[in-house]
């Protein structure tokens, strides 16, 4: 209490991440915010204390880990969660009900419907006039579901580059045809980021193999080059807009790549982050060395593997590597669907 009788309401924050990310958070979010202290975490969900309510707010926490970033406004446990968090929300708003992630993605079981817990507790509440597709500048309110009766309500604002849909993830499924998971980061990874997607694009894709995000560029007419020791799914390797180097990158020479002049450079190899970027430099290398000023690379769409989490706390030194090999104006963020990984999009190179 302060001396003339007013209290500071301490302000708390809500985070949302990827099942296992929460440490992650924790250190990038303490480390930039040093007022906030942790106060509450479950798998993909935790909160922050700011002792004082006056501290300025904020907005964006400098989190490349954090999916959705807001102020709490109530939590509700027992029988009666949802009900007593309902009077929270003003009619009329935007109200986005998702769950805490519960795995890894990728790792879901058989069957696994994400969001189905919450949308029972929706219908048996009776929960409705409220919108879900927020503008840009709008409040939304979150409606988490943490566990068997435990509901948590905040609030973020929908900003400049967020989904629209709940939990900020992209409602983006896999093709049964897609040979793997990797088909997804990069459709994601177009979604979010928007670069021009036309028809003939020519992509050097390093770590190609089986073949995932190469469906998803071979489906939008691209002309890939694949380059990985690993063989890649016969869907892939028979298509005509697909050239395979069975290699290493750090193997290949002017010979390999004297016809591959791309736009677009995708890495997705399951190296350590330096160890991936030592390859890229060489790749990058032969590609200056043969076309010069003629170079066409404008675009980068990188995946940093984190071999052990604790190696996140050296992103800005990969940031810094990434940039020195030519890339330049850069978005990290953890994609929906990485994994133990982070994504790295270049809008253009030098
Ligand atoms: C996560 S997988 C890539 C998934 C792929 N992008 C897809 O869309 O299916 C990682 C790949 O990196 C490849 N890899 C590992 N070391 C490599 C290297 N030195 N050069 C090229 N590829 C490498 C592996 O063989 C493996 O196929």
Redesign the pocket.
């Known amino acids: 209490m302060i001396g003339s009788g007013f209290f500071m309401t301490p302000r708390f924050y809500y985070a949302t991440c990827q099942f296992g990310a929460e440490k992650t958070v924790k250190d990038e979010v303490l480390r930039a915010h040093p007022s906030l202290r942790f106060a509450f975490s479950r798998p993909g969900f935790m909160t922050f204390k700011e002792e004082s309510g006056e501290a300025p707010f904020i907005q964006n926490p400098e989190s490349i880990f954090t999916r959705v970033w807001g102020e709490s406004v109530g939590q509700g446990k027992g029988e009666d969660a949802l009900q007593s968090l309902i009077p929270l929300i003003p009619k009329g708003s935007v109200l986005h009900a998702f769950e805490r992630d519960t795995f890894v993605p990728g790792d879901e079981p058989e069957g696994f419907v994400q969001n189905a817990r919450i949308k029972k507790l929706m219908e048996s509440g009776g929960l409705q006039g409220f919108s879900n597709a927020p503008r840009v500048g709008e409040y939304v309110f979150d409606l988490i579901y943490l566990d068997e009766g435990h509901v948590f309500l905040g609030k973020h604002l929908h900003q400049d580059g967020m989904e629209p849909a709940p939990g900020n993830q992209p409602l983006i499924s896999l093709p049964a045809t897609a ?2 998971r ?2 997804l980061k990069l459709e994601e990874a177009i979604h979010r980021f928007k670069p021009e997607c036309k028809a003939g694009t020519r992509v050097l ?10 469906t998803a560029m071979l489906s939008r007419g691209f002309k890939v080059t694949g ?4 063989r890649v799914d016969p869907s892939v390797h028979q298509n005509t807009g697909f050239q395979f180097i069975q290699k ?3 193997t290949l020479t002017r010979d390999d790549l004297k016809t591959a002049n791309p736009e677009w450079l995708v890495l ?4 350590a982050p330096l160890e991936a970027l030592d ?1 890229i430099h060489h790749v990058l290398e032969l590609l200056r060395s043969i076309h010069g000023s003629k170079l066409a690379l404008n675009k980068g769409f990188l995946t940093l593997k984190l071999n052990d989490w604790k190696f996140a706390s050296s992103i800005p030194l990969y940031l810094k590597r990434v940039s020195e090999l030519g890339f330049r104006d850069l978005a990290a963020v953890q994609l929906c669907s990485n994994r133990q990984e982070f994504f790295v999009y270049a809008d253009s190179f030098k």
């Open positions: 040979p793997s990797a088909y894709e390093v770590g190609c193999a089986p073949g995932g995000a190469s380059v990985d020791p690993k290493t990158a750090k997705d190899m399951n190296l390859e």
